[in-house]
């Protein structure tokens, strides 16, 4: 399993800038903490949640003329929780769901063996599914809350630490700095609480994305069997062709895993459309990598039907989510003073398409 404890140690590697971030962000809480006992207290992140999800209930719903479901909850989660709900977050048929909650619940726990043995037991699906393991968990410090299933999740891990960290770093007097930073906490709770809200309005769209994205899923699964099939001499010349980085023979699997990465749909017909994405009716490949993979063009055109379905919803569903903060909160002194004490911590890489989604939903 050698080959396969490598790739695992790989995908530590495309964490650890995250996973640094956590234990600092861990070691300046601590530190913060300490400095401001008895000095300054905030008030707890589930008190102001729940008075704010309480006030502005009613307000979400007179803005967008569309109710909210009555059986909404409030759960507050720490670090490993939050890595585990992102499984949840990857929508995947039932043949993979269970894979997939096994992949984040060792990832969560930095349980390499695990995944090296997830690997060995069904590689297509780890090269699939590995990637949203990267891709969410990479975001889990920008990404303040999160809807599934009737549950508004609030990432307590960020949420009850920055406020303390951002007045330790402004230095004394605490208590004259107090009222500002005190004043951001509560407005990214707001914008939080509010935005998921909105999302629980969203079943419908919620629905399409879904499925669109199972259906991805799907398909880039059926991509990956194919090349894992394939023998070393097509990998070899397909990998020359693409100009992809050399690997030595005697790792194998490393060859088929980067000529996946490459190839996925996502990948590289993204690269090539860009968001034009939209208004595709067809895609086109380059004659020669379809004589070595011939299945490949039929594979990119099932593609790109649940691909727009999955950006129209996902867009959709963002942009009306930050129409209705801008407007809703548009003169609260607390979401400005959010804007001004917390903005430096960035936003999600999703910003770009909620801005898109925005204007149209505007």
Same mark, same amino acid.
């Given at each position: 399993?050698?080959?396969?404890?490598?790739?695992?140690? +790989?995908?530590?590697?495309?964490?650890?800038?995250?996973?640094?971030?956590?234990?600092?962000?861990?070691?300046? +809480?601590?530190?913060?903490?300490?400095?401001?006992?008895?000095?300054?207290?905030?008030?707890?992140?589930?008190?102001? +949640?729940?008075?704010?999800?309480?006030? =502005?209930?009613?307000?979400?719903?007179?803005?967008?003329?569309?109710?909210?479901?009555?059986?909404?909850? /409030?759960?507050?989660?720490?670090?490993?929780?939050?890595?585990? !709900?992102?499984?949840?977050?990857?929508?995947?048929?039932?043949?993979?769901?269970?894979?997939?909650?096994?992949?984040?619940?060792?990832?969560?726990?930095?349980?390499?063996?695990?995944?090296?043995?997830?690997?060995?037991?069904?590689?297509?699906? =780890?090269?699939? =599914?590995?990637?949203?393991?990267?891709?969410?968990?990479?975001?889990?410090?920008?990404?303040?809350?999160? =809807?599934?299933?009737?549950?508004?999740?609030?990432?307590?891990?960020? !949420?009850?630490?920055?406020?303390?960290?951002?007045?330790?770093?402004?230095?004394? *007097?605490?208590?004259?700095?107090?009222?500002?930073?005190?004043?951001?906490?509560?407005?990214?709770?707001?914008?939080?609480? #509010?935005?998921?809200?909105?999302?629980?309005?969203?079943?419908?769209?919620?629905?399409?994305?879904?499925?669109?994205?199972?259906?991805?899923?799907? #398909?880039?699964?059926?991509?990956?069997?194919? %090349?894992?099939?394939?023998?070393?001499?097509?990998?070899?010349? /397909?990998?020359?062709?693409?100009?992809?980085?050399?690997?030595?023979?005697?790792?194998?699997?490393?060859?088929?895993?980067?000529?996946?990465?490459?190839?996925?749909?996502?990948?590289?017909?993204?690269?090539?459309?860009?968001?034009?994405?939209?208004?595709?009716?067809?895609?086109?490949?380059?004659?020669?990598?379809?004589?070595?993979? *011939?299945?490949?063009?039929?594979?990119?055109?099932?593609?790109?039907? *649940?691909?727009?379905?999955?950006?129209?919803?996902?867009?959709?569903?963002?942009?009306?989510?930050?129409?209705? %903060?801008?407007? #809703?909160?548009?003169?609260?002194?607390?979401?400005?003073?959010?804007?001004?004490?917390?903005?430096?911590?960035?936003?999600?890489?999703?910003?770009?398409?909620?801005? %898109?989604?925005?204007?149209?939903?505007?």
């Amino acid at each position: 399993m050698g080959e396969f404890q490598e790739f695992t140690e +790989a995908l530590f590697g495309q964490l650890s800038v995250e996973i640094d971030e956590e234990k600092e962000i861990i070691k300046l +809480a601590s530190r913060a903490k300490e400095d401001l006992k008895e000095k300054v207290k905030f008030n707890s992140l589930e008190n102001i +949640a729940t008075d704010i999800f309480s006030t =502005y209930k009613n307000k979400v719903e007179e803005f967008l003329g569309l109710e909210i479901p009555k059986n909404i909850q /409030l759960k507050f989660l720490e670090l490993t929780d939050l890595k585990k !709900l992102k499984g949840e977050k990857v929508f995947a048929d039932k043949e993979s769901k269970e894979f997939v909650t096994q992949l984040f619940n060792a990832v969560a726990k930095e349980d390499k063996t695990k995944i090296a043995e997830l690997m060995q037991e069904d590689t297509a699906k =780890y090269l699939v =599914y590995s990637t949203y393991a990267i891709q969410y968990i990479s975001k889990i410090t920008t990404t303040y809350g999160d =809807y599934l299933d009737s549950i508004i999740y609030l990432n307590k891990f960020i !949420l009850s630490r920055y406020p303390e960290i951002i007045l330790h770093k402004q230095a004394e *007097p605490y208590d004259v700095k107090f009222d500002n930073v005190n004043s951001g906490y509560i407005g990214a709770v707001k914008m939080t609480v #509010i935005e998921e809200l909105i999302h629980a309005t969203q079943e419908n769209l919620q629905q399409i994305n879904k499925n669109a994205a199972i259906q991805v899923n799907k #398909i880039n699964e059926e991509l990956a069997s194919i %090349i894992l099939k394939l023998d070393a001499e097509i990998i070899n010349k /397909l990998s020359e062709y693409c100009q992809l980085q050399a690997v030595p023979d005697d790792f194998p699997f490393a060859k088929k895993a980067n000529l996946f990465f490459f190839l996925n749909p996502d990948h590289f017909l993204i690269e090539q459309i860009g968001p034009d994405v939209m208004t595709f009716t067809h895609v086109e490949i380059d004659p020669k990598i379809g004589e070595f993979i *011939p299945q490949l063009l039929e594979i990119y055109k099932k593609w790109l039907v *649940p691909i727009q379905h999955h950006h129209a919803a996902f867009t959709t569903m963002e942009g009306m989510a930050a129409f209705a %903060i801008e407007n #809703i909160l548009k003169d609260d002194k607390d979401f400005q003073n959010y804007l001004t004490t917390f903005m430096g911590t960035d936003f999600s890489a999703y910003q770009i398409r909620k801005n %898109i989604g925005k204007d149209f939903t505007k």
